[in-house]
């Protein structure tokens, strides 16, 4: 179930990624003025690349789409139709002001939503987003790029389900030359969206736990010091 003080907001058309940015952007400040719920925004971007804080101009191979900068952490990343965009603004002042914790947690609510879908889905230390497989089969089938300001969240994950694979040729993926981007359909399973976004709502609950449990214990260690 959702919980009232967030919006779940599911977009059924193609929405371009400047606009989403805007929206996000007005959003987020209006959660940290205390004007605004909480915001989960499920969305599909027209092709594009987005470049990251980190974003390096040598892994820019072949900008065949429109190149965006933004305020989120990481390099160069690739939206386009058939994955699974989620956008998070929440309020970590009442979740727990703690970046790391959050991303982990993020990890891991798309890892069981995967693994309903029977993808045995994991982190790699060291290497941003979801990963599958192993040795020659290993991919990412996942990226996680956040942006905190003013301890509100902003931007978050991007799902492969049935992507162009051969779009992600145009840039070196998270910076990470070494590696392969999969989907799920690559994996031979066939995913809706609203499959998976009812998938991702029915974790939402425990995700939302997992931060409240840990700001509880921080508020503990803030008591006994």
Same mark, same amino acid.
């Given at each position: 179930?959702?919980?009232?003080?967030?919006?779940?907001?599911?977009?059924?058309?193609?929405?371009?990624?400047?606009?989403?940015?805007?929206?996000?952007? $007005?959003?987020?400040?209006?959660?940290?003025? =205390?004007? *605004?719920?909480?915001?989960?925004?499920?969305?599909?971007?027209?092709?594009?690349?987005?470049?990251?804080?980190?974003? %390096?101009? *040598?892994?820019?191979?072949?900008?065949?789409?429109?190149?965006?900068?933004?305020?989120?952490?990481?390099?160069?990343?690739?939206? @386009?139709?058939?994955? !699974?965009?989620?956008?998070?603004?929440?309020?970590?002042?009442?979740?727990?002001?703690?970046?790391?914790?959050?991303?982990?947690?993020?990890?891991? #609510?798309?890892?069981?939503?995967?693994?309903?879908? +029977?993808?045995?889905?994991?982190?790699?230390? =060291? !290497?941003?987003?979801? #990963?599958? =497989?192993?040795?020659?089969? +290993? $991919? /990412?089938?996942?990226?996680?790029?956040?942006?905190? /300001?003013?301890?509100?969240?902003?931007? @978050?994950? &991007?799902?492969?389900? %049935?992507?162009?694979? *051969?779009?992600? @040729? @145009?840039?070196?993926?998270?910076?990470?030359?070494?590696? *392969?981007?999969?989907? $799920?359909? $690559?994996? =031979? /399973?066939?995913?809706?969206?609203? &499959?998976?976004? &009812?998938?991702?709502?029915?974790?939402?609950?425990?995700?939302?736990?997992?931060?409240?449990?840990?700001? /509880?214990?921080? +508020?503990?260690? !803030?008591?006994?010091?």
């Amino acid at each position: 179930m959702i919980p009232a003080d967030i919006e779940w907001r599911v977009s059924t058309e193609q929405v371009p990624y400047a606009e989403s940015l805007a929206a996000m952007e $007005a959003r987020a400040a209006a959660v940290a003025a =205390g004007d *605004a719920r909480e915001l989960v925004w499920l969305l599909e971007h027209p092709p594009v690349y987005t470049g990251g804080t980190s974003a %390096d101009p *040598a892994e820019l191979i072949d900008p065949r789409f429109p190149v965006v900068q933004t305020g989120r952490g990481g390099r160069y990343t690739y939206h @386009g139709p058939g994955q !699974r965009v989620g956008y998070l603004v929440l309020d970590l002042n009442r979740r727990g002001r703690d970046v790391r914790c959050f991303i982990h947690e993020l990890e891991h #609510w798309l890892i069981a939503t995967l693994g309903d879908f +029977e993808i045995e889905a994991r982190t790699e230390s =060291g !290497r941003v987003g979801i #990963w599958t =497989g192993h040795g020659a089969e +290993e $991919a /990412k089938i996942g990226a996680i790029g956040v942006r905190v /300001k003013r301890w509100v969240t902003l931007h @978050g994950f &991007a799902i492969n389900l %049935d992507p162009d694979l *051969a779009h992600f @040729g @145009g840039i070196v993926p998270c910076g990470l030359a070494d590696y *392969a981007v999969t989907s $799920a359909a $690559a994996l =031979g /399973k066939t995913i809706s969206f609203e &499959a998976f976004d &009812a998938e991702l709502a029915r974790h939402l609950p425990d995700f939302l736990d997992a931060l409240s449990a840990h700001e /509880k214990r921080l +508020e503990q260690l !803030r008591i006994s010091v």
